[in-house]
T-cell receptor, first 116, second 115 residues
Framework: DTEVTQTPKHLVMGMTNKKSLKCEQH?????MYWYKQKAKKPPELMFV???????INESVPSRFSPECPNSSLLNLHLHALQPEDSALYLC???????????????FGAGSRLTVL | AQSVTQPDIHITVSEGASLELRCNYS??????LFWYVQSPGQGLQLLLK??????LVQGIKGFEAEFKRSQSSFNLRKPSVHWSDAAEYFC?????????????FGAGTQVVVTP
């Protein structure tokens, strides 16, 4: 299995809703990432988990709450989002998270989020 | 600080013609360089990477890239483009220990393939 699976593919939510995005990989990777991508822009890093511990938070607003229940799963909990949070949310994984930067990321297909 | 520049926002190429996408990086030491491709509504797929060794690297889908340290470039090439190559292409650099291995992406180049 060489895939990163993200669910749901599409999500529409109101500003008062609570929802979650899910990400799963079975490649034995120990680093997992959340990226946000706006249209016509490169992905922006949000969070990195390494060995199930949060190692990077790129000053993301608290309305986004990541969770890594085990080495195969990564969740992104969403609460009280704003319309400007509408974007494609990409999950990725890598075998490890090397400080050297030699990390080969495998990306999921993304969850398209629309906040009304 | 490391940075990546993709000078071409948009490229149109005829099917069967050759393609070259430019990427310039700024980084003090030897960087780790990547090219990713993103089809519409999809995630990113790794085309190829350069860590060390032979400066001409081969990737998937018939793509290759050449690392030129003197020009701080890592340009992507394909000899004959297929309609399925229409996509967004991102160059990325990693390797700055101060940034804890984070990838720095270029702005991307949109490739349109005409019949």
């Amino acid at each position: 299995d060489t895939e990163v699976t993200q669910t749901p593919k599409h999500l529409v939510m109101g500003m008062t809703n609570k929802k979650s995005l899910k990400c799963e990989q079975h490649m034995g990777h120990r680093a997992m990432y959340w990226y946000k991508q706006k249209a016509k822009k490169p992905p922006e890093l949000m969070f990195v988990y390494s060995y199930e511990k949060l190692s990077i938070n790129e000053s993301v607003p608290s309305r986004f709450s990541p969770e890594c229940p085990n080495s195969s799963l990564l969740n992104l909990h969403l609460h009280a989002l704003q319309p400007e949070d509408s974007a494609l949310y990409l999950c990725a994984s890598s075998q490890d998270r090397l400080r050297s930067g030699a990390n080969v990321l495998t990306f999921g297909a993304g969850s398209r989020l629309t906040v009304l | 600080a490391q940075s990546v520049t993709q000078p071409d926002i948009h490229i149109t190429v005829s099917e069967g013609a050759s393609l070259e996408l430019r990427c310039n990086y700024s980084y003090g030491a030897t960087p780790y360089l990547f090219w990713y491709v993103q089809s519409p509504g999809q995630g990113l797929q790794l085309l190829l990477k350069y860590f060390s060794g032979d400066t001409l690297v081969q990737g998937i889908k018939g793509f290759e890239a050449e690392f030129k340290r003197s020009q701080s470039s890592f340009n992507l090439r394909k000899p004959s483009v297929h309609w399925s190559d229409a996509a967004e292409y991102f160059c990325a650099v990693g390797g700055n220990p101060d940034s804890w291995g984070k990838l720095q992406f270029g702005a991307g180049t949109q490739v349109v393939v005409t019949p």
